[in-house]
């Protein structure tokens, strides 16, 4: 069955574009002009990755991607005119998984949704008695063929983007990886992502599981992150 992709642009054109070339593709895709009719949309539970304006009128991006990180984690490709540092920040700190700057080529829009896609698909089954679906470390725990992290048993909702981040430390537990080895790890199918971007990502997951009164990534200054137990 193919990938259900939601397009949230104002703008008919970018639409026709980007129902074009994800078409071509072979994926499903619906596409929507304004923030309500996305959250909409995005609501019935069918939508696989969400491709998104930032600026829209009725609900601007940024607010649609808030009302849907409050209950759900499909993947979240930003799009922007607005090529600001701060932007870009903003929207990945909100819990998008990427952000393409506008004008974009329709080749590299659908190869970061290829890749995101990818981070959302389980593992092939490994045979039994090498199979390592459960990752864990003191009371952090990543469950790679579920997409589910818990601190202490209690569940911690992540992005598909920030699994891949934390379990690729729970794979080297106490080992300092540069931002580099982190991408090369936790994305393996995707060199579109920025240093910067694994940053937004890892204070996000730390964030998240200080809710839970936990805090799994150390920094370690110049070099780059390492898990730590509590």
Known sequence: MS?????????????????????????????????????????????????????????????????????????????????????????????????????????????????????????????????????RHGPIEVDTERHEARYLGQPVSLTATELGVLGALLERPGVVLSRGQLMQRAYRYDNLITERTIDTHVRRIRAKFRMVGGDPIATVHGVGYKLQGA
Do not use: N, W
């Not at 994800?22 to 969400?50: C, F, I, M, P, S």
């Not at 870009?88 to 990427?98: F, K, S, T």
């Not at 659908?110 to 959302?120: D, G, K, W």
């Open 3 to 135: 990938k259900h992709i939601l397009v949230v642009d104002d703008e008919a054109r970018i639409r026709e574009v980007l129902l074009y070339a994800l078409q071509k593709e072979g994926y499903a895709v619906t596409a929507v002009a304004d923030g309500r009719a996305a959250v909409e949309a995005a609501g019935t539970g069918t939508v696989d990755l969400v491709v998104l304006d930032v600026m829209l009128p009725e609900l601007d991006g940024l607010e649609v991607c808030r009302r849907l990180r409050a209950g759900s984690r499909t993947p979240i490709l930003f799009l922007s005119a607005r090529a600001d540092e701060v932007d870009r920040i903003v929207g990945l700190e909100l819990g998008g998984d990427d952000y393409l700057t506008k004008p974009f080529s329709p080749r590299e829009l659908v190869a970061r949704v290829r890749a995101l896609l990818r981070r959302t698909e389980a593992p092939p089954p490994a045979p039994a008695e090498v199979r390592a679906a459960v990752l």
